[in-house]
Each structure stands twice: as structure tokens, then as C-alpha cells.
């Protein structure tokens, strides 16, 4: 059973000592941060290996990407996405809309991964 815990790797791809503590530790799923993210194809590498440490194919795997400040994913891999403030101050219904369409495509981006 896995334990209530979450954890995240040092770079790009996984050490020896994160794959051993990974395994020992089973926990629920993973953290990316922007330094584990190059691109498209390194970063579904990545995931597979931290799921492989794990047995989990499902394992989740967590990263922040809200759009302004808060973006792991960054160009020119990936879109660059309007700070959440910046889509509230349209008028309504367009912030609605705007930020419906911004989930969706945020969606897709990591979908893709």
C-alpha cells in the first residue's frame, strides 16, 4: 500500500539514490518542479522511471502549472499562459470563457505527458 506521501527528484532524470528510496519508500505519487522539465520527451521519460521505481503505471504525478509566475512547463516546449489575476480582470462573460479555454489547453499540455 502505498504511503501518504509525495515526493520529487533533484534534475532532469533520476539518480540511483532517488530509484532506491523511491522503491523503499512507495510513496503515493510525484512531484515535478521546473528543474526536472526540458522537454516533452524527457519529461514523459522521467515520469515513466519514477512509476517504474513504484510498480504504479497510475502513480500520480503532481506539477504546478496555473499560468504567470506559477509555470513548471515553460516555452518553447510548452505554452506561456496568462496569470489566473489577468484573466479575472476581463469583463464577464470573457473571464469565464478565458479561463475555460486556459484549463483546457493547461489540460492538454499535460495530458500530452
Same mark, same amino acid.
Given at each position: 500500500?502505498?504511503?501518504? /506521501? %509525495? @515526493? $520529487? &527528484?533533484?534534475g532532469e532524470r533520476l539518480t540511483a539514490d532517488e530509484r532506491r528510496l523511491f522503491a523503499a519508500a512507495d510513496p503515493a505519487g510525484f512531484l515535478l518542479f521546473r528543474r526536472n522539465c526540458k522537454d516533452p520527451? *524527457? %519529461?514523459?521519460? @522521467? =515520469? #515513466?522511471?519514477?512509476?517504474? &521505481? =513504484?510498480?504504479?503505471?497510475? #502513480?500520480? %504525478?503532481? /506539477?504546478? *502549472?496555473? $499560468?504567470?509566475? =506559477? *509555470?513548471?512547463?515553460? +516555452?518553447?516546449?510548452? !505554452?506561456?499562459?496568462?496569470?489566473?489575476? !489577468? /484573466?479575472?480582470?476581463? +469583463?464577464?462573460?470573457?473571464?469565464?470563457?478565458? #479561463?475555460? @479555454?486556459?484549463?483546457?489547453? /493547461? #489540460?492538454?499540455?499535460?495530458?500530452?505527458?
Amino acid at each position: 500500500m502505498p504511503r501518504a /506521501i %509525495v @515526493l $520529487g &527528484c533533484a534534475g532532469e532524470r533520476l539518480t540511483a539514490d532517488e530509484r532506491r528510496l523511491f522503491a523503499a519508500a512507495d510513496p503515493a505519487g510525484f512531484l515535478l518542479f521546473r528543474r526536472n522539465c526540458k522537454d516533452p520527451d *524527457q %519529461v514523459r521519460a @522521467l =515520469v #515513466a522511471e519514477m512509476r517504474d &521505481c =513504484v510498480g504504479r503505471a497510475d #502513480a500520480p %504525478v503532481l /506539477i504546478d *502549472q496555473e $499560468g504567470g509566475r =506559477v *509555470q513548471r512547463l515553460q +516555452p518553447p516546449h510548452w !505554452r506561456k499562459y496568462p496569470a489566473p489575476a !489577468r /484573466i479575472a480582470a476581463l +469583463p464577464d462573460p470573457d473571464a469565464e470563457e478565458a #479561463a475555460r @479555454l486556459g484549463a483546457r489547453l /493547461i #489540460a492538454d499540455d499535460l495530458a500530452a505527458l
